[in-house]
């Protein structure tokens, strides 16, 4: 019949349009946000000679898994570092201890670094120990042949004379050795050989030597140098350089085979392609944070999911959570007081940031009000947070009891709100006289408010950034840490309101 | 032909017990009986839309009772017509064909056929919204008509109607039973009415059938009650 | 004749008006100072700027899902609530009410809870097999928060619908030859229409409002799972209050669009019968 049909075309209609909407509005996958035209095919890796074994391995998975070559330059760390900074080109660096990654990051040239394992020395002899070599002391023995590697360019050979120099034996070491070579290889090549009878080398290198031994001295294995892996300055493709160092320093992929090579690894993160790290964030960080945020993810082809509520609702949902995947990979709070209730679940903290806490009343302030004793003013209508729901409202509580306001101010008291900004907004619209907020939560509108400072060291909230004991992604979240603490980082947290934090 | 034995109902306020009641072929029984006391409820069991708790129906000699409604057969015009609002009237006549799957041609002829019976031709088209009381009881008619069924079942169909429509209705239900043969059971508390249609009269009092009587169906007034 | 006026008549239309016109000058005089408190060119910025567009996108997708299944789920329990006596249906009844009565936030957080047990997870863990996304903190929790409160509101709304129609044209419909499934296709249905457009309208409207839930269960994360009303809650909680109304209003000229266009398709609906 006609009606059927009509009704039936509607329907279909409707149909359709539902259809059409939910397409067009489809949330897809975000997709890793390039960071430069196409990802580029190359990569170049400056890379302390005597890791190169484990480095190839972890090159050739990546290039299978990844489709991306990795182009190396081999060298002692000293050497490489000089090359890079002469170069200027380049997109990671990877030395054999950190002192050379600290002089690196010193002069400029490198920007995040990532722990991957650590070695320590060992004398290399042919199998049997035919010069019977046994002791430190050994070394100076007249007659025998050593070889060391370049102090100025290597760093096992940083290693060994600081190591020599404490027992006070490298004057007489340095006369005496044989030979100074470039590279950590090079010295047990002239082992293998017969040149020298010992060399002082990294002990993972010994693994694939069935000719020879290695001789373990306590004085050498109480020291441990850390291998780490440098972003550098130079990299026209951080992000694709860093996907590379993400994988090199997983648990799951580069570090499983550097365990394999006889290294004592780091801690690492689980690989990701597009690792997804959660933030638990105190509202009032917001303003500050977002930004950097934003340039870290687009940096670490990386998505940050981040939760900002209050701290009060942040603690109970992070109790609520056992660990796993939905607890957060690190955790910024409003103040300290609300990281210690759960700090057992955090490794170290480290104090971000700091605000004050002030009284904001409007520019032409007709009450004069200077301090905190004046809103105890008759009439006068003053707006606080709630102490149980805020860190700001528990902080006021504090300092109001000591000084000793509390019963004074409370008939004054027409607004208890959960946040600042509440207050902020309430002083604005005109319905109060002055509250007591956050410089942060004031900085918009400090062009028609004034912002009076209270002369108290409790009048001020520190903000704690802490890593969680079992957080998937621990390296990212240190690197994140290590964003926030840099230096556009400070400059957005200064135009927030916040300061460093004072001792 | 309509036989019903010690047919009993639970009904939550009153029960209907042990009802025992005959309906020739063809014929026209009237049940009366005050408001109240249960005539719906016994239309609603023979339909099958209430629970038996013991006892027969036979329509034309077949067991019913254990059938569900839509195999029983049976046309219902219950009291307030419930019409199908969002259909029109030739789709409401229409409906037991089309759920039958009924060709459209032969479900178009047999509505034609019925709505000319009723004289509603002029109709078919309509909403049951816009038509009046007495056009809603033929559309409500002809729908229970439309599958041919076994015995035709009526609620006090003509209560709300005025006094000439109401005339008009019983010249109607005697064409219609003409025309169809239909064994019909017709539930109302008019008198008049039970004097002007049916040949049979039954009474419900108390939950049981009190009266069963032949009737000599009235064409010209009489003189008994 | 037409009555002297004014006479009591009058008194009671002008009370009536009355009400009405109170009500209605509240709203309006609402949105009206909204409008006035921002300005142009924030609003302008704000429909511009991609997270915002973001959240515009999936505050449709998820509300007309949400609303979509809340109608599916809503229809056949407001029939059997209304139509069929069953033993525990008033206890039924008052679990059907729970999520209306419930803050908000207490639904979402019971969420989060739930899918951190065992049970949970393991739904979880087959949803991401099955469709490569997890629960928690993404778009399917957002459409889940919203489902919850949404549908309560749809299940009154067509639980009412079913009580006004007649049962007795379903129960006509079954004697001419109808199963009880096809007297509620072709009777019951098509008389609750009205309601139907109605719950779902509600429903969509509501899961629109909704925020407590979405942030507790689904966070707010920005591009993944912001959707407006966590928009005007995260804008004011960082003080930007402009901002925060110029996306309440684009959250309100969304909502008045959607529900007029519906209301027309409803109503053609209407037109042709």
């Given at each position: 019949?006609?009606?059927?049909?009509?009704?039936?075309?509607?329907?279909?209609?409707?149909?359709?349009?539902v259809?059409?909407v939910l397409t067009v509005t489809w949330p897809g996958?975000?997709?890793?946000?390039?960071?430069?035209?196409?990802?580029?095919?190359?990569?170049?890796?400056?890379?302390?000679?005597?890791?190169?074994?484990?480095?190839?391995?972890?090159?050739?998975?990546?290039?299978?898994?990844?489709?991306?070559?990795?182009?190396?330059?081999?060298?002692?760390?000293?050497?490489?570092?000089?090359?890079?900074?002469?170069?200027?080109?380049?997109?990671?660096?990877?030395?054999?201890?950190?002192?050379?990654?600290?002089?690196?990051?010193?002069?400029?040239?490198?920007?995040?670094?990532?722990?991957?394992?650590?070695?320590?020395?060992?004398?290399?002899?042919?199998?049997?120990?035919?010069?019977?070599?046994?002791?430190?002391?050994?070394?100076?023995?007249?007659?025998?042949?050593?070889?060391?590697?370049?102090?100025?360019?290597?760093?096992?050979?940083?290693?060994?004379?600081?190591?020599?120099?404490?027992?006070?034996?490298?004057?007489?070491?340095?006369?005496?050795?044989?030979?100074?070579?470039?590279?950590?290889?090079?010295?047990?090549?002239?082992?293998?050989?017969?040149?020298?009878?010992?060399?002082?080398?990294?002990?993972?290198?010994?693994?694939?030597?069935?000719?020879?031994?290695?001789?373990?001295?306590?004085?050498?294995?109480?020291?441990?140098?850390?291998?780490?892996?440098?972003?550098?300055?130079?990299?026209?493709?951080?992000?694709?350089?860093?996907?590379?160092?993400?994988?090199?320093?997983?648990?799951?992929?580069?570090?499983?085979?550097?365990?394999?090579?006889?290294?004592?690894?780091?801690?690492?993160?689980?690989?990701?392609?597009?690792?997804?790290?959660?933030?638990?964030?105190?509202?009032?960080?917001?303003?500050?944070?977002?930004?950097?945020?934003?340039?870290?993810?687009?940096?670490?082809?990386?998505?940050?999911?981040?939760?900002?509520?209050?701290?009060?609702?942040?603690?109970?949902?992070?109790?609520?959570?056992?660990?796993?995947?939905?607890?957060?990979?690190?955790?910024?709070?409003?103040?300290?007081?609300?990281?210690?209730?759960?700090?057992?679940?955090?490794?170290?903290?480290?104090?971000?940031?700091?605000?004050?806490?002030?009284?904001?009343?409007?520019?032409?302030?007709?009450?004069?009000?200077?301090?905190?004793?004046?809103?105890?003013?008759?009439?006068?209508?003053?707006?606080?947070?709630?102490?149980?729901?805020?860190?700001?409202?528990?902080?006021?509580?504090?300092?109001?009891?000591?000084?000793?306001?509390?019963?004074?101010?409370?008939?004054?008291?027409?607004?208890?709100?959960?946040?600042?900004?509440?207050?902020?907004?309430?002083?604005?619209?005109?319905?109060?006289?002055?509250?007591?907020?956050?410089?942060?939560?004031?900085?918009?509108?400090?062009?028609?408010?004034?912002?009076?400072?209270?002369?108290?060291?409790?009048?001020?909230?520190?903000?704690?950034?802490?890593?969680?004991?079992?957080?998937?992604?621990?390296?990212?979240?240190?690197?994140?840490?290590?964003?926030?603490?840099?230096?556009?980082?400070?400059?957005?947290?200064?135009?927030?309101?916040?300061?460093?934090?004072?001792? | 032909?309509?036989?019903?034995?010690?047919?009993?109902?639970?009904?939550?306020?009153?029960?209907?017990?042990?009802?025992?009641?005959?309906?020739?072929?063809?014929?026209?029984?009237?049940?009366?009986?005050?408001?109240?006391?249960?005539?719906?409820?016994?239309?609603?069991?023979?339909?099958?839309?209430?629970?038996?708790?013991?006892?027969?129906?036979?329509?034309?000699?077949?067991?019913?009772?254990?059938?569900?409604?839509?195999?029983?057969?049976?046309?219902?015009?219950?009291?307030?017509?419930?019409?199908?609002?969002?259909?029109?009237?030739?789709?409401?006549?229409?409906?037991?064909?089309?759920?039958?799957?009924?060709?459209?041609?032969?479900?178009?002829?047999?509505?034609?056929?019925?709505?000319?019976?009723?004289?509603?031709?002029?109709?078919?088209?309509?909403?049951?919204?816009?038509?009046?009381?007495?056009?809603?009881?033929?559309?409500?008619?002809?729908?229970?008509?439309?599958?041919?069924?076994?015995?035709?079942?009526?609620?006090?169909?003509?209560?709300?109607?005025?006094?000439?429509?109401?005339?008009?209705?019983?010249?109607?239900?005697?064409?219609?039973?003409?025309?169809?043969?239909?064994?019909?059971?017709?539930?109302?508390?008019?008198?008049?009415?039970?004097?002007?249609?049916?040949?049979?009269?039954?009474?419900?009092?108390?939950?049981?059938?009190?009266?069963?009587?032949?009737?000599?169906?009235?064409?010209?007034?009489?003189?008994?009650? | 004749?037409?009555?002297?006026?004014?006479?009591?008549?009058?008194?009671?239309?002008?009370?009536?008006?009355?009400?009405?016109?109170?009500?209605?000058?509240?709203?309006?005089?609402?949105?009206?100072?909204?409008?006035?408190?921002?300005?142009?060119?924030?609003?302008?910025?704000?429909?511009?700027?991609?997270?915002?567009l973001f959240a515009v996108k999936l505050s449709v997708f998820s509300c007309t899902i949400s609303a979509l299944l809340s109608v599916?789920?809503?229809?056949?329990?407001?029939?059997?609530?209304?139509?069929?006596?069953?033993?525990?249906?008033?206890?039924?009844?008052?679990?059907?009410?729970?999520?209306?009565?419930?803050?908000?936030?207490?639904?979402g957080?019971?969420l989060?809870?739930?899918?951190?047990?065992?049970?949970?997870?393991?739904?979880?863990?087959?949803?991401?097999?099955?469709t490569?996304s997890?629960i928690?903190y993404e778009v399917p929790a957002v459409i889940l928060a919203q489902f919850m409160v949404a549908c309560?509101?749809?299940?009154?709304?067509?639980?009412?619908?079913?009580?006004?129609?007649?049962?007795?044209?379903?129960?006509?419909?079954?004697?001419?030859?109808?199963?009880?499934?096809?007297?509620?296709?072709?009777?019951?249905?098509?008389?609750?229409?009205?309601?139907?457009?109605?719950?779902g309208?509600?429903a969509w409207a509501r899961a629109l409002g909704e925020f407590g839930p979405i942030l507790?269960f689904a966070g707010a994360t920005?591009q993944r799972t912001e959707v407006l009303s966590t928009t005007?809650?995260?804008?004011?909680?960082?003080?930007?209050?402009?901002?925060?109304?110029?996306?309440?209003?684009?959250m309100?000229?969304i909502a008045?669009?959607v529900?007029?266009?519906?209301?027309?398709?409803?109503?053609?609906?209407?037109?042709?019968?």
């Open positions: 019949m006609n009606r059927t049909r009509t009704r039936r075309l509607r329907l279909f209609g409707f149909v359709a349009v259809a059409i996958h975000r997709t890793a946000p390039a960071a430069g035209t196409t990802p580029r095919e190359h990569l170049l890796l400056y890379c302390a000679a005597g890791i190169r074994d484990p480095i190839q391995s972890i090159i050739a998975d990546y290039a299978k898994e990844y489709g991306v070559t990795v182009d190396v330059q081999y060298g002692g760390s000293g050497t490489l570092l000089s090359n890079l900074q002469v170069a200027r080109r380049g997109d990671l660096y990877l030395a054999a201890d950190a002192k050379h990654m600290e002089e690196a990051s010193t002069r400029g040239l490198v920007h995040e670094t990532i722990p991957l394992a650590s070695q320590h020395l060992v004398l290399a002899v042919k199998r049997g120990n035919p010069a019977g070599v046994h002791t430190l002391t050994d070394l100076v023995r007249p007659g025998l042949r050593v070889a060391y590697a370049n102090p100025e360019v290597a760093a096992a050979g940083k290693a060994i004379r600081a190591v020599l120099e404490k027992a006070n034996l490298w004057e007489q070491a340095h006369a005496q050795a044989a030979v100074f070579k470039p590279t950590v290889n090079d010295v047990l090549n002239d082992v293998v050989l017969g040149a020298v009878d010992v060399g002082v080398v990294w002990d993972p290198l010994l693994a694939g030597q069935p000719l020879l031994e290695a001789v373990k001295l306590p004085e050498l294995t109480a020291r441990r140098d850390q291998i780490r892996l440098g972003l550098l300055d130079s990299s026209t493709h951080p992000t694709q350089a860093l996907h590379f160092a993400r994988f090199v320093s997983a648990r799951d992929r580069g570090l499983t085979t550097f365990t394999r090579f006889g290294y004592q690894v780091e801690s690492g993160d689980r690989w990701e392609d597009h690792p997804a790290l959660t933030l638990y964030s105190g509202g009032v960080n917001r303003v500050a944070i977002q930004e950097t945020l934003r340039d870290f993810e687009r940096r670490e082809g990386c998505t940050v999911r981040v939760n900002y509520n209050g701290c009060g609702i942040l603690l109970s949902q992070m109790k609520a959570l056992p660990d796993g995947d939905a607890f957060p990979d690190a955790y910024l709070a409003c103040d300290v007081s609300f990281l210690d209730p759960i700090a057992d679940r955090f490794g170290e903290r480290t104090l971000l940031s700091q605000t004050e806490v002030i009284i904001l009343v409007p520019s032409a302030n007709p009450h004069g009000i200077k301090r905190l004793n004046d809103l105890a003013q008759p009439g006068l209508r003053v707006g606080l947070c709630n102490a149980e729901q805020s860190t700001l409202g528990a902080l006021t509580q504090r300092i109001l009891t000591k000084l000793d306001l509390v019963a004074a101010i409370e008939p004054n008291v027409r607004s208890r709100t959960p946040t600042g900004d509440l207050l902020v907004t309430q002083l604005d619209t005109g319905s109060l006289d002055a509250v007591v907020v956050y410089r942060a939560n004031a900085t918009a509108v400090l062009d028609r408010h004034t912002a009076l400072g209270i002369n108290l060291p409790e009048a001020r909230a520190v903000q704690p950034y802490a890593v969680a004991k079992q957080a998937q992604h621990a390296q990212l979240a240190n690197r994140l840490l290590a964003a926030l603490d840099g230096v556009s980082s400070r400059k957005r947290y200064l135009a927030a309101g916040f300061t460093q934090p004072t001792p | 032909m309509l036989r019903i034995s010690k047919l009993t109902v639970e009904a939550g306020t009153f029960s209907l017990r042990d009802i025992n009641l005959h309906v020739p072929q063809g014929s026209y029984a009237i049940l009366m009986g005050a408001t109240g006391l249960g005539k719906t409820t016994l239309l609603e069991a023979i339909c099958g839309l209430r629970r038996l708790t013991h006892g027969t129906i036979q329509l034309d000699g077949r067991a019913v009772e254990a059938l569900p409604a839509r195999e029983r057969g049976i046309g219902y015009v219950p009291q307030d017509l419930a019409l199908f609002t969002t259909m029109t009237v030739a789709e409401n006549i229409g409906f037991a064909l089309h759920i039958r799957h009924v060709p459209a041609s032969e479900e178009q002829a047999r509505v034609q056929e019925l709505a000319n019976l009723l004289g509603i031709s002029q109709l078919l088209e309509r909403m049951p919204a816009a038509l009046s009381g007495g056009e809603k009881q033929r559309v409500a008619l002809g729908r229970a008509l439309a599958a041919k069924p076994r015995v035709l079942l009526l609620d006090e169909p003509f209560s709300a109607l005025d006094d000439q429509t109401r005339e008009d209705m019983y010249a109607l239900m005697r064409a219609v039973r003409h025309a169809t043969g239909a064994t019909v059971l017709h539930v109302t508390h008019s008198r008049s009415e039970a004097q002007a249609l049916g040949d049979h009269r039954l009474v419900l009092d108390q939950g049981r059938i009190v009266e069963q009587t032949p009737q000599v169906p009235a064409t010209a007034p009489t003189s008994s009650t | 004749m037409i009555p002297r006026w004014p006479n009591r008549d009058t008194w009671f239309l002008i009370a009536l008006g009355g009400a009405l016109g109170f009500y209605v000058l509240l709203i309006l005089a609402m949105l009206v100072v909204d409008a006035a408190y921002t300005r142009f060119d924030v609003i302008w910025r704000a429909v511009h700027d991609p997270d915002i599916l789920v809503a229809v056949p329990i407001g029939y059997l609530m209304s139509r069929m006596r069953f033993p525990g249906r008033t206890l039924i009844d008052v679990c059907l009410d729970i999520p209306i009565v419930l803050p908000p936030l207490v639904i957080l019971s989060l809870i739930l899918f951190q047990t065992s049970a949970g997870r393991a739904l979880e863990s087959w949803f991401q097999a099955l490569g997890r928690t309560a509101f749809a299940v009154r709304t067509m639980r009412a619908t079913f009580d006004q129609t007649n049962p007795r044209a379903e129960q006509v419909a079954l004697t001419l030859g109808c199963t009880r499934a096809q007297a509620f296709r072709l009777v019951a249905l098509p008389e609750a229409w009205k309601g139907v457009i109605t719950a309208t509600l507790v920005r005007v809650f995260l804008e004011l909680s960082v003080g930007r209050l402009d901002t925060a109304v110029a996306v309440s209003l684009l309100i000229l008045v669009l529900l007029v266009l519906v209301r027309r398709w409803g109503a053609l609906g209407e037109g042709a019968r």
